[in-house]
């Protein structure tokens, strides 16, 4: 990294390569679960829809982890913390009953884990 710095790479070009490279792989990574499990599991589903909620979900985890790397110095408190967070902005999903309204749902899905549960 630091090589590639004295090379006169810039900030801005690592952190876009960094990203281009895990959209990609996100990118893949959905179309395959929409290719293999369209006909079995989301037999009634778009399977445009079913692609866009797995790769905005990808996405969102990808900027909350970066989000927590930016927050923490040592990497063991931000790998603890962040799962931490991670599972515990989980629990919001099971607030979510019959009578929850069309508006709390939306500010409920906010949250990635929230959004991907109600799905």
């Known amino acids: 990294l630091v090589l590639m710095f004295q090379m006169s790479l810039s900030p801005t070009a690592w952190y876009f390569a960094w990203v ?3 959209m ?4 893949v990574t959905s179309l395959l ?5 369209s006909d079995t599991v989301y037999r009634y589903s778009s399977p445009g829809i079913i692609f866009w ?3 905005s979900f990808s996405m969102s985890i990808f900027a909350f982890g970066f989000m927590m790397s930016a ?3 040592k990497a063991n408190k931000a790998a603890t913390m962040s799962s931490v967070l991670f599972l515990g902005s989980f629990f919001g999903y099971y607030a979510m009953n019959t ?8 500010l409920a899905c906010i949250s990635a884990p929230v959004c ?4």
Do not use: D, N, P
């Open 24 to 27: 990609m792989i996100f990118f």
């Open 33 to 37: 679960i929409v290719l293999l499990s």
């Open 71 to 73: 927050l923490f110095s």
């Open 53 to 55: 909620l797995y790769f």
């Open 99 to 106: 009578q929850t309204t069309a508006q709390e749902m939306t």
């Open 20 to 22: 281009f490279i895990y």
């Open 116 to 119: 991907i549960g109600i799905g």
